[in-house]
């Protein structure tokens, strides 16, 4: 009892109050406007000096979609000339990639991570570009894992299934399973640049995720995928930061819908050496709420071996972890 004060952070819970959750989703949108560039786009600031970078202006205007998606009100054209400013990097970008056959300056040799992202967050915008995808594809090979996967919802997206096997197939040479954690994940190559935003394993795990859960929910390694990350948080509540933490929630959020996971009907029962020591009902509407432990401690765990029995009935996953926490007086 006195460790789970001390986890207590905050003296309210926003997580579950949609009345706080829309106060924190304005207060958010608020603050975005008015760090908003001239140009459109965003960057460490604005006002004198100000400079909009393509990465910080895709995370910006990929969360504002999903705003828009969830009623949440912007201010006008805010959204727009975010997009716009992308649909202008892209541009410039696809110039430099046409301008490498002749090397006339400026150029570059292939489609980048970056291009990827952005791409990605503008074909959620409904901005087709065809150009750019065929350079992404062409250059799969130079993009990293996480970079993959964000192509790979494009692809998806645009109904893509010849091109999209082939990422599967390339992504997944990097998927990890562990059958005794009933985990998966992926195993980033020794050179990954952790440094870099696409260096983030977090993150390329919950694109990888995000990525599964719309083109094969009920696949066991999304499920395994889920347990891995669910387990590798910090203090059982966030991961590294708060971008991959939101990164995570989004994904698991749109593999819960997907999977159908947001909707059980069951019976939880746990059975210890033949005895059953507790029995939880689990529904829609206690599915995060819900008493979801069972402790032994002390004298109640017994010298000798033990059988432990999780059992279900009706419809829905289990998920469940077993830990043994031991200690001496000396």
Not at 1 to 11: D, H, L, T, V
Not at 75 to 90: H, I, K, S, V
């Amino acid at each position: 009892k006195e460790r789970a004060r001390g986890w207590k952070r905050f003296p309210h819970n926003p997580v579950f109050d949609e009345a706080e959750v829309r106060k924190m989703a304005a207060a958010g949108v608020q603050a975005l406007s008015g760090m908003q560039c001239s140009d459109g786009g965003w960057g460490w600031f604005s006002g004198f000096g100000e400079h909009s970078y393509p990465h910080t202006t895709a995370v910006v205007v990929h969360g504002l979609q999903l705003a828009r998606q969830n009623d949440v009100a912007l201010p006008n054209g805010m959204l727009e000339r975010g997009t716009d400013w992308l649909r202008n990097y892209q541009a410039e970008q696809l110039r430099r990639l046409h301008n490498a056959r002749s090397k006339t300056v400026p150029w570059k040799t292939h489609a980048d991570n970056l291009d990827a992202l952005v791409y990605m967050v503008l074909v959620d915008a409904d901005v087709k570009d065809d150009a750019m995808r065929d350079f992404l594809y062409r250059d799969r090979t130079e993009l990293a894992v996480y970079a993959k996967a964000m192509f790979g919802l494009t692809l998806h997206k645009q109904q893509q299934a010849d091109k999209l096997a082939m990422i599967m197939k390339n992504i997944e040479q990097f998927v990890v399973s562990d059958d005794e954690n009933q985990t998966a994940y992926l195993k980033l190559p020794a050179d990954n640049p952790w440094w870099n935003w696409y260096g983030s394993e977090v993150e390329a795990n919950a694109y990888y995720l995000k990525l599964l859960a719309r083109t094969t929910p009920k696949d066991e390694k999304a499920s395994r995928l889920v347990k891995y990350l669910l387990n590798n948080r910090k203090h059982a509540t966030y991961w590294n930061s708060t971008r991959d933490t939101a990164v995570c929630i989004e994904a698991l959020a749109e593999y819960l819908k997907a999977s159908g996971e947001d909707k059980p009907d069951l019976t939880v029962e746990v059975w210890l050496d033949g005895k059953k020591h507790k029995e939880v009902k689990i529904d829609k509407a206690n599915l995060f709420t819900f008493d979801n432990r069972f402790v032994l401690a002390g004298d109640a765990v017994k010298a000798g071996q033990h059988t432990l029995q999780i059992k279900k009935k009706g419809t829905g996953p289990v998920y469940f972890n077993a830990y043994l926490t031991n200690f001496t007086l000396e």
